[in-house]
């Protein structure tokens, strides 16, 4: 797994609104692509986790815009839907999910990913679990992050016991499909 230090921990400004906190999520870039590690903790029950159901699975959704356009309001082929789930996948369900996702009511899709592009590792603990993953800079359509240096981003950290932790707004407004709610990340 990928171990990230607290300077690259993200905030969740949703519990200004009294939105749970749950997940320690970090994340961090280089030109060769996206990091991120995270840390749930305060379970009781096992993540419930489904490669049929997605949607309806404990894990991390991530969105990001390679091309920050935050005044559009529908995905364009720049922006991205990832779900990393800490099972869910083989015959037992016992293995990690790491997908790229189509964003409803998109205008267009980033390019189509190989089933082994992106890496997962998860490990189960006694009161939730952990998990890391990779994005390679090849897996997402126009990541440039010299010539880009701020993308459109958007976390949430789903959980069916504990609620969902989010980077902002809860959606109860449409931030999975409209970028124009999405946060602005700086790469420095």
């Known amino acids: 797994g990928i171990k990230l230090p607290e300077s690259c921990r993200m905030p969740s400004f949703a519990a200004l ?5 749950f997940a320690d999520l970090r994340i961090a870039w280089s030109v060769e692509g996206i990091g991120f590690s995270v840390k749930v903790a305060g379970k009781r029950a096992m993540p419930w986790c489904r490669d049929t159901r997605l949607d309806e699975s404990d894990g991390l959704h991530l969105w990001m815009d390679t091309r920050n ?74 990541y440039e992050p010299i010539d880009q240096p701020r993308m459109g981003f958007f976390y949430t950290v789903a959980d069916r016991e504990l609620g969902n932790q989010s980077l902002t707004l809860s959606e109860q407004f449409p931030v999975t499909e409209d970028p124009s709610l999405w946060g602005e990340v700086a790469l420095i």
Not at 17 to 21: E, L, N, R, T, V
Not at 76 to 87: D, G, I, S, V, Y
Request: proline letters at 13%.
């Open 17 to 21: 609104s009294g939105a749970p906190i």
């Open 69 to 142: 356009s935050p005044n559009i309001h529908r995905a364009t082929q720049h922006c991205h839907r990832f779900l990393w789930l800490p099972a869910g996948g083989g015959p037992q369900r016992e293995r990690p999910v790491a997908q790229l996702v189509p964003i409803n009511r998109a205008r267009g899709n980033p390019k189509p990913i190989g089933s082994q592009a992106l890496k997962i590792h998860a490990a189960p603990k006694h009161d939730g679990y952990e998990m890391s993953g990779w994005i390679p800079a090849d897996a997402m359509t126009g």
